[in-house]
């Protein structure tokens, strides 16, 4: 299992914009998905949460995630080189969490529904629609490539919480215009 380290909240390469990936049928592009999948379990096992995970989480500056719904209902799949294609003007404004900080949620507004096209091992052409809490995860992932943190789109000054705090508050409304 290659496990690699997660980097945290105030390292500079997590505010770097991702490069494209030249192959994605390449050896090293290859690597880097094995790498993704196995932090990404390796997480979830520590913490006991987890969806997906960008590249540059894990030091490498290219536009690659890796994704695993807790329902099986996408993936696990990477996503090389995905982009948006189309988002629709419905918003949701939800706590949002990320591994780089895995203590801290931030408050975002979201689109509701987002397609996304993107390559795949193969360097097949794929595109998925994703809605509601699909949709905020792969804009998060993707934020990561474009070197956006979730603390860079806080709706507000009052948008960050302790997560053990917000389980016993009382919950906000999730869904905005």
Do not use: K
Request: net charge negative.
């Amino acid at each position: 299992m290659a496990v690699r380290e997660i980097l945290l909240l105030g390292n500079p390469l997590l505010w770097r914009p991702a490069a494209p990936v030249a192959d994605a049928c390449a050896a090293e592009t290859r690597e880097i998905v094995r790498d993704l999948g196995d932090t990404l379990a390796d997480f979830r096992l520590r913490q006991g949460f987890g969806r997906a995970i960008a590249a540059p989480q894990i030091g490498v500056a290219a536009r690659m995630i890796f994704v695993r719904m807790h329902d099986g209902r996408f993936g696990p799949a990477p996503l090389i080189n995905p982009h948006i294609v189309r988002a629709s003007e419905e918003m949701i404004e939800l706590w949002d969490d990320c591994f780089s900080f895995p203590d801290l949620l931030v408050r975002v507004a979201r689109h509701r529904e987002i397609e996304v096209e993107y390559q795949d091992e193969e360097a097949q052409i794929r595109r998925v629609v994703a809605r509601d809490d699909l949709a905020e995860l792969l804009q998060h992932e993707i934020d990561h490539l474009d070197g956006i943190l979730a603390t860079d789109r806080a709706i507000g000054p009052r948008s960050l919480a302790i997560r053990a705090t917000i389980s016993t508050s009382p919950p906000l409304s999730t869904s905005a215009t």
